[in-house]
Structures are given as C-alpha cells and as structure tokens.
C-alpha cells in the first residue's frame, strides 16, 4: 500500500434564491395535481360541471386511495 492523502468532501453552499424558485415551482405543481387527482369530482369542479377530469384520473384516484364513489 502507498501512502496517500485523502481528501475530505466539502459541502457546498447554494443560495436560498437558487432553490426558492425550484421549491415554489415543485410545491405549485404537487398542488395542481393534488386537486386534479384527489379533490376535482365532477359536480365540484372549478372548470364548470364537467366530469372530463374525474374521468381521466379515476384510475390513479383509486390506486392513490382517493374515494370517489
């Protein structure tokens, strides 16, 4: 075996406005699907009484454990 130095990991410091946008952005988008998959029900929808939305989700409502029925 040789002798050899070894090297540390450093952490590296990244600002708060570098993340803020991505962390708004993430939390905006689970939001969105979040009312997409567990709240929108048809009757109650805010894109008028349209069951489009509940229909194209159903599957993973149930999967996700959301009641819809």
Sequence with gaps: ?????????????????ETMPWLIGALAIGLLLYYF???????TSVFG??????????????FLGFPCH
């Design 49 to 62: 009484n349209s069951m489009v939305v509940h229909e194209f989700v159903h599957d993973a409502r149930h």
């Design 1 to 17: 075996m040789t002798a050899g130095t070894v090297t540390q990991a450093r952490p590296v410091a990244i600002p708060v406005s």
């Design 37 to 43: 998959i567990g709240i929108d029900e048809g009757a």
